[in-house]
């Protein structure tokens, strides 16, 4: 039978790893403390940050390995469900754990800005990989954190807790950035396949049935997270992901409007476009003509060179 555990309060938290419940929308804990237990599927709630502690063996890190041994940060948002795979074999956690209720960020700044941070949408593949420094600085940022719930709960609690928690995903924004640039050959060959990815795309003619080719789908080629690759785009050409596949389409567009012996609804069709217009509307939009304009003014280009 599957096992199956929800957390929906941090309460529920708390019990399944042995922790006091100190504060009804909010916790620090620690993994140690908690029992050993077989693997299961986990439905959250709540946010939740873990600091994995690894004792050794190297991390994995999307398709690749990666010798970074001091510890791993995951991020889970409310909704989202994550097994861990079953091996039949009981093990002990170890580690700490932000858990924080989305009732906490009502009326708080953070609130405001939840939606800017991607990563606890990226897979458990795509982990923030910390140096022992970063470590530290999470597990200081952990201890202000539990520092304040031991002081008890008063006017003041909710205001410093939740800036404490904005500035401990702030430094995990900083520290991504980090990630992305120390892991720039891996990056920089996901931008080849991505680019490979669109040029097979369209040399095959999957527009014709498929339409548009989308971030979600590129990403799911690439064995990635939507919100990460779309991160990883961004910070490596300074384009969203959207914008690098339609400067695609449109190159790809411009070469088949030289043909004259097809309409420009067709080669909209062709691209993926379900409605011509759309097309007509992004090529101008990208080009500064319409795709016919474009056709004249090349076809005067050549005439006056020959």
Do not use: W
């Not at 309460?11 to 993994?31: G, Q």
């Not at 908690?34 to 502690?53: C, E, Q, W």
């Not at 079953?86 to 932000?98: K, M, S, V």
């Amino acid at each position: 039978m599957e096992r199956i555990v929800n957390f929906e309060s941090i309460n529920d938290y708390n019990v399944f790893n042995n922790h006091k419940t100190l504060h009804p929308l909010v916790s620090i804990v620690d993994l140690s403390k908690a029992s050993p237990r077989l693997p299961y599927k986990m439905n959250f709630g709540i946010y939740t940050v873990i600091l994995k502690d690894v004792k050794c063996g190297d991390l994995k890190y999307g398709k690749q390995y990666y010798d970074y041994q001091e510890g791993t940060l995951v991020f889970f948002s409310p909704g989202q469900t994550v097994e861990i795979e079953d091996t039949g074999i009981a093990y002990q956690p170890y580690g700490h754990a932000l858990i924080f209720h989305p009732d906490l960020l009502a009326g708080t700044s953070l609130g405001k800005l939840m939606d800017d941070y991607s990563f606890f949408s990226y897979s458990t593949s795509e982990a923030l990989h910390l140096s022992e420094k970063e470590r530290q600085i999470i597990l200081d940022c952990f201890d202000k954190i539990a520092t304040e719930l031991e002081r008890g709960v008063d006017k003041h609690s909710k205001k410093l807790i939740a800036s404490n928690i904005e500035l401990l995903l702030n430094y995990c924004d900083r520290f991504y950035d980090r990630q992305f640039i120390t892991r720039d050959n891996a990056n920089k060959g996901i931008i080849e396949r991505f680019e490979n990815l669109l040029s097979e795309f369209f040399l095959e003619n999957k527009a014709q049935q498929m339409g548009l080719p989308t971030v979600s789908y590129c990403a799911d080629q690439l064995h990635l997270s939507s919100n990460y690759f779309g991160d990883l785009i961004k910070k490596e050409t300074g384009r969203t992901a959207q914008d690098y596949i339609q400067t695609k389409i449109i190159a790809i567009a411009k070469d088949r409007v030289y043909d004259l012996t097809k309409s420009v609804s067709e080669i909209a069709y062709e691209l993926g476009f379900k409605y011509p217009q759309h097309f007509t509307r992004l090529f101008k939009q990208k080009v500064g003509c319409t795709p016919l304009e474009y056709r004249k003014v090349t076809d005067m280009i050549q005439a006056s060179d020959n």
